[in-house]
């Protein structure tokens, strides 16, 4: 039993000053299987990381000298090692809250009813505006931090909060801004999020379509294209037009697809080979099949679901039985997850969406990664980031188990 105590919110974690390590006495490394459905988590083994990246992993007993010799040693104290973990969806650059949106839901208002009304999402569009680029970026920045403590190495972010030109790039710019200041971030334009009040629904898209998509593609602002396909956000045709235009010039598909209404977005998702398709509550028999077959990772949102008050009908459990390789994100957003806190996430997956624990640490790691087309990060193999995180226990799964308790002792290679 080793003699560490969970980090704190915005502790920095000491251990990354050290450029070679080699991980000893772990209980085991939870390394997610590649083509699988879960985790294997191997009992006495040793990592070896260089220069960021993994060199090694083996036996303990058969680490060889070359890898131990310079290198210091992280003592795991007979505790469990995970790799860092991967948040392939969030909205967390944002000005304002929607404290009220969330007091009306808790009187019985809907979210879609609240939204007719002028209220969400548009709410944080006017409060995103009229914020100024400083705010944006010191409030992101301190989002950012807290994830640390939440063992979060890699966060994906969108826009969608702008709603012109102007404002969308302005959102990106942040973003770009918050990774040079060393975070590891994707970025996806969501431009179309929801239809703006100011100009026309055809105008805006065209300007999506015309504009925005070839200049954030050029200035390498974002590698994603998101849209939101909804009653009362855009239509099925509308994206299809929106990711043809992102296609040709090299952003990658990933869609908001079924949250509210069954809307044939995962059907979709499919069509044009996107990445990923999330929220899927309300995904048909037919759309789960597509999402198989076109190798689309399915993006589960438990928080969403949860803080709107809504069921699943063990969506994760449906989606894996099937064949879909899945993930699980946390929607950082104001408006419906104002969350960081990805392994409740992965508790929530579990208690409502139907997953086992192994299937949860996959999703939120391996899973999140293939959701962002990447194999480099969430994972512990050879070659892969060396980032990793340590527990406060010797089972892997009590990540999951620990209902987002702080429970994450050190982290390296944040
Ligand atoms: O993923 N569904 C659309 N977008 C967000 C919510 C954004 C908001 O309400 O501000 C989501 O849940
Ligand atoms: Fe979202």
């Known amino acids: ?45 040793a990592l070896a990381i260089a220069d960021g990246a993994v060199t090694w992993l083996g036996p303990e007993s058969a680490l060889p000298a070359s890898e131990s010799e310079g290198s210091e040693v992280f003592d795991a104290e007979g505790y469990a090692v995970l790799p860092a973990l991967v948040d392939c969806h969030t909205h967390l650059v944002y000005g304002g809250d929607r404290v009220l949106d969330f007091v009306r839901r808790a009187k019985g208002m ?33 989002r950012l931090l807290l994830r640390r403590a939440h063992g979060i190495a890699t966060t994906e972010i969108k826009s969608g909060y702008g709603l012109s030109i102007k404002d969308e ?52 602002l974002a590698r994603f294209v998101d849209v939101f396909v909804e009653k009362g956000a855009y239509t099925l045709e509308e994206a299809r037009r929106i990711f043809e235009a992102g296609k040709k010039h090299g952003l990658l598909s990933r869609i908001h697809a079924d949250q509210l209404t069954a809307g044939g977005g995962a059907e979709l998702a499919a069509s044009i080979g996107a990445v990923s398709a999330d929220h899927l509550e309300h995904i048909s028999d037919q759309g789960i099949d597509d999402l198989a077959r076109a190798h689309v990772v399915g993006t589960l949102l438990p928080g969403a679901l949860t803080y709107l008050g809504e069921e699943s009908q063990r969506l994760g459990r449906r989606l894996v039985d099937r064949g879909v390789e899945i993930a699980v994100a946390t929607d950082e957003n104001p408006g419906t997850s104002p969350t960081s806190n990805l392994p409740l996430m992965a508790t929530l997956a579990c208690a409502r969406m139907g997953l086992d624990a192994d299937e949860a640490l996959r999703a939120i790691t391996l899973g999140a990664a293939h959701a962002l087309g990447r194999d480099d990060i969430g994972t512990l193999k050879v070659g892969a980031k060396g980032a990793f995180l340590l527990i406060e226990h010797a089972d892997s799964r009590a990540l ?13 290679g944040f």
Do not use: W
Request: with cysteine.
């Open 400 to 412: 999951v188990a620990s209902y987002g308790e702080p429970i994450i002792c050190d982290t390296y």
């Open 110 to 142: 809907s979210y879609t009813e609240i939204a007719a009304e002028g209220g969400g999402i548009h709410t944080t569009v006017r409060a995103t505006r009229s914020a100024s680029d400083e705010d944006l970026f010191e409030t992101a920045h301190e």
């Open 169 to 220: 790039l302005r959102m990106l710019e942040v973003i770009e801004a918050l990774r040079h200041a060393g975070f590891d971030l994707e970025s996806t334009l969501l431009a179309a999020h929801t239809v703006p009040k100011d100009i026309e629904r055809d105008a805006y898209v065209g300007q999506i379509i015309d504009v925005l998509i070839p200049s954030v593609a050029e200035r390498r």
């Open 1 to 45: 039993v080793g003699s560490r105590a969970p980090l704190a919110d915005d502790e920095q974690p000491t251990s990354d000053l050290r450029p070679r390590v080699v991980v000893k006495n772990a209980a085991e490394i939870c390394v997610p299987q590649p083509d699988g459905r879960g985790v294997d988590r191997l009992k006495k083994h």
